[in-house]
């Protein structure tokens, strides 16, 4: 009771006495305040460091995900890209090697034409008779060209056969490989003659050789120039057997084209002289 008439009555002095007490908290705070604030701090950090640290981690991990996406998807592009490239690489490297190819093949024909005196007429293998693979070739030339029946027909690598029917815009070829087939041969280093024969495989029989004739493995034949239709000097191939009995007349021998008939592309028609 008596402290609360104190108060009434000096209401002022408590006033007073309260300001004072707010003064000096306030400049304790101003020279302290620094200190008070670093502990504050120092209590925050140690309680929110794993927090911190959790968050920095996930929003690291976000980061560097984010990043390798996109890295990833530029690497994507640019293997998408390498790919094509090397795509189209092949496809040119492809289309000139065959150009290459073709030129060379091209080439050894123009030289082949040049050799000879004779005309000949370019010619592309468009086809062979059906059940036939190996005895008769289709060509894109005709009479319009000026190809006849029994004219020869050859590569820059040898004899290939002859003309045996022929349309306006197309010929059938009869290869030395058919048993048909009978080309007056010559053994080129001998200079012994005798008759190539077809044998319905990859391979000739040359006949009528005389029994001491000089023939050797390797040697080559060529054509003899013998009848009408062949031309004298064509290659035909090598000798790569030989049969030979003492109570023959003759020996034969087997001979390896020089031509590859599986793979005919451009023949040369030899343009008779009129």
Not at 28 to 51: A, N, R
Not at 113 to 137: A, C, D, Q, T
Request: glycine fraction near 6%; proline fraction near 1%; charged fraction near 25%.
């Amino acid at each position: 009771m008596k402290l609360k008439k104190f108060l009434s009555q000096n209401n002022t002095l408590v006033i007073f006495i309260i300001l004072i007490i707010i003064t000096i908290f306030i400049m304790t705070i101003d020279y302290h305040g620094k200190m008070y604030f670093q502990w504050v701090e120092s209590i925050g950090l140690k309680l929110f460091s794993p927090i911190n640290r959790g968050i920095s981690l996930v929003v690291d991990n976000t980061k560097n995900y984010l990043k390798a996406m996109a890295e990833f998807k530029v690497v994507k592009e640019e293997n998408k890209e390498l790919k094509e490239k090397i795509e189209i690489a092949y496809r040119e490297n492809a289309i000139l090697k065959e150009k290459l190819i073709t030129y060379d093949r091209l080439t050894k024909l123009l030289e082949l034409k040049e050799s000879f005196s004779y005309e000949m007429i370019s010619s592309l293998v468009i086809g062979r008779e059906p059940g036939n693979w190996f005895n008769s070739i289709i060509i894109d030339k005709g009479t319009v060209d000026g190809v006849k029946k029994d004219m020869a027909v050859v590569t820059y690598r040898g004899l290939v056969g002859k003309v045996v029917s022929v349309d306006s815009n197309t010929a059938k070829v009869l290869l030395i490989l058919d048993q048909r087939s009978a080309v007056g041969g010559m053994i080129q280093r001998s200079r012994d003659i005798g008759v190539v024969k077809g044998s319905e495989s990859n391979y000739c029989y040359m006949e009528y050789l005389s029994h001491d004739a000089d023939i050797r493995i390797n040697d080559i034949v060529i054509t003899s120039g013998l009848g009408s239709v062949f031309p004298k000097g064509i290659v035909i191939g090598k000798i790569a057997g030989i049969k030979k009995e003492s109570h023959d007349l003759f020996q034969i021998v087997i001979i390896r084209p020089e031509v590859d008939f599986t793979k005919l592309e451009e023949v040369f028609v030899v343009k008779k002289s009129e």
